[in-house]
């Protein structure tokens, strides 16, 4: 999971987009981030990342597609994307705050990340929180993982969720750091 910046030709203020890849580093991502965001030219940088291993109780692990020509597979859970947006009184700005989640469907997911106490207090007056959402209910983003992957990913590969207890957290980078930098990561 990475959160792309750049300043796009043409904008006043940086851009940021989230990244979701498999490699077993984050050097290995980079072909793949460029071709993600293509309009970014060679201005894209990462400000954050995680690689994640643990979500909502479940160890998350990548497993290679037995049969590439599988095209769906029944699962009791899945791993969820949500980008809530929201506001704060007297900032000229959206807030957003990301939620990995482990739900059975979509809307398991949106009442899980509604529960997020930035989703309870980043509203005021017609200022209300609310997660993006191409699917009609008040969510900025909400995406299966699995079906946001670059399609070399998710042809090869598949995401299993297993339940699990005494998980220690991801490690969150944060931090500017230029693709070029990657090389020597």
Not at 11 to 20: G, L, S
Not at 41 to 53: G, L, M, T
Not at 103 to 114: E, F, G, L, M, N
Request: aromatic share 10%.
């Amino acid at each position: 999971m990475v959160l792309l910046g750049c300043r796009p030709p043409g904008r006043h203020t940086e851009q940021h987009d989230v990244f979701f890849g498999i490699a077993r580093s984050l050097p290995e991502l980079v072909p793949d981030m460029k071709v993600f965001w293509r309009e970014a030219a060679q201005k894209i940088h990462i400000d954050a990342w995680r690689e994640v291993n643990v979500v909502d109780g479940y160890q998350v692990k990548i497993s290679l597609r037995d049969d590439i020509f599988t095209t769906s597979e029944k699962k009791d859970q899945r791993l969820f994307f949500v980008n809530l947006g929201g506001y704060q009184e007297g900032k000229f700005e959206e807030q957003h705050f990301t939620v990995l989640t482990v739900q059975p469907d979509r809307a398991s997911a949106i009442a899980q990340a509604k529960k997020t106490l930035f989703f309870k207090n980043n509203q005021f007056g017609k200022a209300v929180s609310h997660v993006d959402d191409k699917y009609g209910i008040d969510v900025d983003d909400l995406y299966d993982i699995e079906e946001i992957l670059p399609a070399r990913h998710k042809s090869g590969f598949r995401i299993d969720l297993i339940p699990a207890k005494d998980l220690t957290a991801d490690e969150i980078h944060l931090g500017y750091l230029k693709l070029s930098a990657l090389k020597a990561y």
